[in-house]
């Protein structure tokens, strides 16, 4: 198939109308007038999203792109290599991902989506403010203990700092709101408290950015509902991807963990299994989990199953045929990430350069 009707069978005409961070005209009505804040989030490259990514965090970006007037979405590729990486993979994983974003609805005409490496003011900034922040702040972190548990010895420099990175991510394109899950919260709280840190030192200007909770459930391994879905899950049938065919996805939930009784109610500290179900049958309907536990009245567990597959084959089923296509033009996908980062490159080159005055280096 040719590049241009790839780009229309998928829903991108071109970069005419691209802005990055538009400012809406004054005189230009809308119902619903967007918040002149600034967004910022990213996500590692792990190729395509699961379940628990596309629920969690991708549909609640796709939203923001209508409320707020600047928003910023990055390929957090320096973070991915906290933890050994194959070149050609990640290579493959940061397009995979990209092709995943739009076709999930983030369009590069009303966001920014470009690739963290291709700013070398992230990690500029990043060695400012780790020059700022003490190492018993960051041994605290729970992300710290957990993940170099895993690792050899005590794990890497990177592992271990990488929270300075994320707080220099935000902070570099003064963002006043990030999109974060409660895992994050406490490296949102480094952030903020790393601004207010360099404000005082320094007397720069970085707001000290809020949160921007999901209200969506924490999605469960469907293999063990005690866990969140993890790309890492050694169980093949415990985490659903966007490009499943609908045949996997029906096997999953058809495996998945519940209990001995065959009712479909909603509690989950005493049945994890049904409730995680029912979390994700409300997340992808948008009805309320009472409609969800209600409208189920009749069915056992097993005919439950079934219906929450269907429910998420047919939200799917759009999104992994754009994946498909996406995946088809290569060219774009690379033309969608260097557009991004030219506007990103536009935003924080002369933040960054204030701070560099203020720091001494110019």
Not at 237 to 257: G, P, Q
């Amino acid at each position: 198939m040719a590049a241009p009707a790839v780009r229309r069978a998928a829903g991108f005409a071109g970069f005419a109308t691209f802005k990055g961070c538009p400012q809406r005209p004054s005189g230009e009505a809308t119902s619903a007038p967007k918040i002149a804040d600034r967004v910022f989030s990213g996500i590692q490259p792990t190729g395509v999203p699961h379940l628990g990514n596309y629920l969690g965090a991708i549909e609640s970006w796709v939203r923001l792109q209508d409320r707020y007037s600047c928003v910023l979405y990055s390929i957090v590729d320096l973070h991915s290599i906290t933890v050994p990486q194959d070149a050609s993979t990640l290579r493959h994983n940061i397009l995979d991902m990209t092709a995943s974003l739009l076709a999930c609805g983030i369009d590069p005409e009303r966001s920014v989506l470009f690739q963290q490496s291709k700013i070398s003011e992230h990690t500029e900034l990043a060695w400012i403010l780790g020059c700022l922040t003490s190492l018993p702040r960051l041994r605290h972190l729970p992300q710290w203990k957990m993940k170099a548990s895993g690792q050899k010895e005590e794990g890497s420099l990177g592992l271990f700092s990488y929270p300075v990175l994320q707080a220099a991510d935000i902070l570099l394109y003064k963002a006043t709101h990030v999109p974060v899950g409660e895992d994050q919260i406490q490296h949102l709280e480094l952030a903020q408290d790393i601004a207010r840190i360099f404000n005082n030192q320094y007397g720069g200007s970085f707001p000290v950015p809020k949160a921007i909770l999901s209200d969506t459930k924490k999605i469960k391994s469907l293999r063990n509902p005690a866990s969140k879905m993890s790309k890492s899950d050694i169980q093949s049938l415990a985490t659903v991807y966007v490009t499943d065919s609908a045949e996997e996805i029906l096997l999953k939930f058809r495996k998945a963990v519940t209990d001995f009784t065959s009712e479909v109610t909603y509690d989950p500290d005493t049945r994890p299994g049904v409730s995680n179900l029912v979390a994700v049958h409300t997340a992808v309907t948008g009805k309320t989990i009472q409609e969800v536990v209600e409208q189920s009245k009749g069915l056992d567990t097993a005919r439950y199953k079934y219906v929450v597959a269907e429910a998420v084959i047919e939200k799917f089923a759009p999104i992994k045929n754009k994946i498909e296509r996406l995946r088809a033009d290569r060219g774009f996908l690379e033309q969608v990430l260097h557009r991004g980062a030219q506007k990103a490159k536009e935003l924080a080159h002369p933040f960054y350069h204030e701070i560099q005055k203020l720091v001494g280096f110019s």
